[in-house]
Each structure stands twice: as C-alpha cells, then as structure tokens.
C-alpha cells in the first residue's frame, strides 16, 4: 500500500497547502495533504515554499487545519502565503508499517517482469479505493496499469530503484 505524501526537492515532503486566512488574528486554514494529519499537533514549524515558520498554535477545523504562525499574526500579512506548501524534511516523514511506501517511494521506480524484462517506469499512483494502480510507461510511452496487490506486485526494492512484478494473465 501508498501512502499519499508529494516529493518536492531538497529531500522534504508535502504536508500540506495554505488556504485562505480565517479571523482577523492570522489564522490560516491548512489543507492536509498527508495520510498523517494528526501530526500537525505536534508540530512546532514547517516551511512554506522557502520560508521557515514558526508555528503557536494548531486547531482542527473539520477536515481542515487551523494554524497561526509567529510570523504572520494578522490577516492582510498572512493571507499572502495562501496557495503556498508545507514541507518537512524527508526525514520527518511519518513512520510506515512493513510494505507500506509513500507514493514518492514508488514514482520513479523500474518495474520489471519475473523474467527481468524491464516493462517501464512508474509514473504515477492512483488512488481507486479498494487498491492503488500503478501507472507504468515504457520507452516508446506504452502506459500499462499494475494494480498493487501482493498477488501482483512481488518486490519492491526502493534503494535499488527497482519493482519485480507478476502479470495477471
């Protein structure tokens, strides 16, 4: 299984995304954009785009986040960071359960057959509900849908940057 989680650069994960500005204090609605979002609570800062925050207080709002930052503390400053992403290092990444992976993890990988035909790259994960579908593209830019199951997929290797795969017929 995925877990949802973006890759941005300089090793750090998408956790989230600044919505518009509630109150006048500078509060700004976060949307999560993580499988985790229980770890806002903890959290004490967090970058947005290229700036370091720092956050002082933390309240679920529905679905929703609500956050204030040191930086930002009324409304007209904050809501210029609306549309911008949060990021943590990749080493801050929420620990996952043995064959669980984030969506980072699979993009990118060779999948290869049991006979170690190479089949393509993975591309993108889709999310369909009862299991995620990994998008593959060969060279000639072929897309072949591989559904993530145990049956299916037999190794995941993402050090190697590999994935051994077993067809269905």
């Known amino acids: 299984m995925t877990r949802l989680s973006q890759s941005v650069p300089d090793e750090r994960i998408v956790i989230g995304r600044i919505g518009a500005p509630h109150g006048v204090r500078g509060d700004l609605r976060i949307i999560p954009l993580t499988d985790f979002p229980e770890r806002f609570a903890q959290m ?7 700036e370091l925050l720092h956050i002082t207080a ?3 709002q529905g679905r929703n986040i609500l956050m204030h930052f040191r930086e930002y503390d009324v409304r007209e400053t904050a809501q210029r960071l609306t549309g911008r992403v949060l990021t943590v290092p990749r080493a801050e990444a929420a620990p996952l359960d043995e064959g669980e992976y984030y969506v980072f993890d699979i993009v990118g990988l060779t999948v290869r057959d049991e006979d170690g ?6 591309t993108d994960v889709l999310r369909t509900g009862s299991n995620d579908v990994y998008a593959v593209r060969d060279a000639e830019g072929h897309e ?3 559904p ?3 049956t299916v997929v037999q190794n995941i290797d993402t050090a ?6 077993r067809l269905p017929e």
């Open 44 to 50: 004490r800062e967090v970058m947005a785009g290229d």
């Open 58 to 60: 933390v309240k679920p």
């Open 117 to 122: 035909n190479e089949l393509g790259t993975v």
């Open 144 to 146: 072949l849908l591989v």
């Open 148 to 150: 993530a199951l145990r």
């Open 160 to 165: 190697g940057g590999c994935m051994t795969v």
